[in-house]
Nanobody, 120 residues
Framework: VQLQASGGGLVETGGSLTLSCAAS????????MGWYRQAAGKQRELVAT??????TYADSVKGRFTISRDVGKNMVFLQMNSLKVEDTAVYYC????????????????WGQGTLVTVSS
């Protein structure tokens, strides 16, 4: 299973970006998909997750970011509006994947990260 994240870049304060993440490989189903971020010198933190319509956001992004998912394409998106300098980080997608229909085995997979830089 591989996750490929894209959409990062340089944007000014108040601007918008949309991140995309596509999961590929041996996938029977995906339960939770989400976005995390890691700023320089800080620990990785949760940004947003989505599962069966249930969505969770970090307090710092509520009202500005929107997570969505295309279940059929195994993709997750993060629409980021009103970006702030403190949103600068490498953004990672994660998926809780069940690879095989005949097994209940599940595992978390991470994308490679995409850099978002917000300038003042």
């Amino acid at each position: 299973v591989q996750l490929q994240a894209s959409g990062g870049g340089l944007v000014e304060t108040g601007g918008s970006l949309t991140l995309s993440c596509a999961a590929s490989g041996t996938i029977a189903s995906i339960n939770v998909m989400g976005w995390y971020r890691q700023a320089a010198g800080k620990q990785r933190e949760l940004v947003a997750t989505i599962r069966s319509g249930r969505i969770t956001y970090a307090d710092s992004v509520k009202g500005r970011f929107t997570i969505s998912r295309d279940v059929g394409k195994n993709m997750v998106f993060l629409q980021m509006n009103s970006l702030k300098v403190e949103d600068t980080a490498v953004y990672y997608c994660k998926a809780d994947v069940r690879p095989f229909y005949y097994s209940d085995y599940r595992s978390d997979y991470w994308g490679q990260g995409t850099l978002v830089t917000v300038s003042s």
